[in-house]
């Protein structure tokens, strides 16, 4: 399997644009996690997903922030407008509702907003 | 963070000895799992161990838990240069078990 697919790597934008990024999970899994990164707040959880449907976004900093997951094989997460302090490490993560229920994540989308 | 918090932050040591890091978070948990960390990469799973277990074992790798105390350690033994990286503990919770928060990390330095 390849594994969880993020897009873009690496992503520079300018403050107040839109931006998108990507996830493809692996193949069966039936949690889809998103996680943001920084050195001030560590690892944060944004919203998880269960076979598709949300079940807690509550770590989703503003409501310019928004995901979704259209079908099981892909999700997006998307900032609008950005602003600098959006700048993280933005990951995708998947896993599976059976033990043992390890979380595989994507090597990440670098956001810099300027 | 939004469960739990490593120590130390920052840990540097030399080849061949043993690191050990610590976690404790703040409710009630199904498991908890350590995840390791290199330098501009996701993060990647390396132990579970289940809420009725109290240690487990895998290679290098001790964990232990003490849900009482709500902490958990990591032993990494006979540490080589490769080990250098962050490692994180996460915590299982909610109905199913599939919620996971992470603690803040330690950053370990193997020094060859």
């Known amino acids: 399997d390849a594994g969880v697919i993020q897009s873009p790597r690496h992503e520079v934008t300018e403050m107040g644009q839109e931006v998108t990024l990507r996830c493809k999970p692996i193949?069966?899994?039936?949690?889809l996690f998103w996680y943001r990164q920084t050195m001030m707040r560590g690892l944060e959880l944004l919203i998880y997903f269960n076979n598709n449907v949300p079940i807690d976004d509550s770590g989703m900093p503003e409501d310019r922030f928004s995901a979704k997951m259209p079908n099981a094989s892909f999700s997006t997460l998307k900032i609008q407008p950005s602003e600098p302090r959006d700048s993280a490490v933005y990951f995708c993560a998947s896993s599976q509702t059976i033990l043992p229920n390890t979380i595989y994540f994507g090597e990440g989308s670098w956001l810099t907003v300027v | 963070s939004q469960q739990g918090e490593e120590d130390p932050q920052a840990l540097s040591i030399q080849e061949g000895e043993n690191a050990t890091m610590n976690c404790s978070y703040k409710?009630?948990?199904?498991?908890l799992q350590w995840y390791r960390q290199n330098s501009g990469r996701g993060l990647v799973h390396l132990i579970l161990i289940r809420s009725n277990e109290r240690e487990k074992h895998s290679g290098r790798l001790r964990v232990t838990l003490d849900t009482s105390k709500k902490s958990s350690s990591l032993l990494i033994t006979a540490s080589r240069a490769a080990d250098t990286a962050s490692y994180f503990c996460?915590?299982?919770?909610?109905?199913?078990?599939?919620?996971?928060?992470f603690g803040t990390g330690t950053s370990l330095t193997v020094i060859p």
């Open positions: 193949s069966g899994h039936d949690y």
């Open positions: 996460a915590t299982s919770r909610g109905n199913t078990g599939n919620q996971f928060y």
């Open positions: 409710t009630s948990i199904n498991n």
